[in-house]
């Protein structure tokens, strides 16, 4: 059974630092990608970073870019998010995803092409209030 | 960044009918389009990618066709599980971005 399971959300002021980490079990983690996607409330969803197969690259949403930072261990299957700097537009339910390529294989991956987001967590909810 | 736009943002349908939902991309992103479908409490599920693909395990009612810019996902014979938010995706190019979402309602 595949199963992702978010953990390190909560409730932080403007300004400080969450870890988020998602545990994976159930299929490859050696997948095309792994990514975090977040929704805020009553809202759609939004990508928000992705790291590439093994130690690939990493990429992120503008909104975030400079002040997050994800990151995976393949020993542990766990993929991590490192939010610094957050602001009250952060807070979200942040979901773990795993990105699947079906049809072109590595060569175009750093496009982003050929990546869609085949499995999901439950979300971990982050709250970022005074 | 390219930007996906869905219309209509809800409707209304019954059990049976057909429903047809509506992506539109901001530049040419050929077949590289995926659909999701979120039930409320829930996380998306993949429905369809490559615009056309049907996901394993999703059952046939569900087709998408389009390509270049615009594209479609209808569900023929509605049943009460297919009452959700709908979600189409561009898989072209980093950043990946989502329409605003479209949610099925029962009438």
């Known amino acids: 059974e595949v199963q992702l399971l978010e953990s390190g959300g909560g409730l932080v002021q403007p300004g400080g630092s969450l870890r988020l980490s998602c545990a994976a079990s159930?299929?490859?983690?050696?997948?095309?990608?792994m990514a975090w996607v977040r929704q805020a409330p009553g809202k759609g969803l939004e990508w928000v970073s992705e790291?590439?197969?093994?130690?690939?690259?990493?990429y992120y949403a503008d909104s975030v870019k400079g002040r997050f930072t994800i990151s995976r261990d393949n020993s542990k299957k766990t993929l991590y998010l490192q939010m610094n700097s957050l602001r009250v537009e952060d807070t979200a339910l942040y979901y773990c995803?795993?990105?699947?390529?079906?049809?072109?294989?590595?060569?175009?991956?750093?496009?982003?092409?050929?990546?869609?987001?085949?499995?999901w967590g439950q979300g971990t909810l982050v709250t970022v209030s005074s | 960044d390219i930007q996906m736009t869905q219309s209509p943002s809800s409707v209304s349908a019954s059990v049976g009918d057909r429903v047809t939902i509506t992506c539109r991309a901001s530049?040419?992103?050929?077949?590289?389009l995926g659909w999701y479908q979120q039930k409320p409490g829930k996380a998306p599920e993949l429905l369809m990618y490559?615009?056309?693909r049907l996901q394993s395990g999703v059952p046939s009612r569900f087709s998408g066709s389009g390509s270049g810019t615009d594209f479609t996902l209808t569900i023929n014979g509605l049943q009460p599980e297919d009452f959700a938010t709908y979600y189409c995706?561009?898989?072209?190019?980093?950043?990946?971005?989502f329409g605003q979402g479209t949610k099925l309602e029962i009438k």
């Open positions: 995803a795993a990105v699947t390529s079906p049809l072109m294989g590595g060569s175009v991956w750093h496009l982003g092409r050929d990546l869609y987001f085949i499995f």
């Open positions: 159930g299929f490859t983690f050696n997948i095309a990608a």
């Open positions: 790291i590439l197969r093994s130690d690939g690259p990493t």
């Open positions: 530049q040419d992103i050929s077949t590289w």
């Open positions: 490559a615009a056309s």
């Open positions: 995706q561009q898989a072209n190019s980093f950043p990946q971005t």
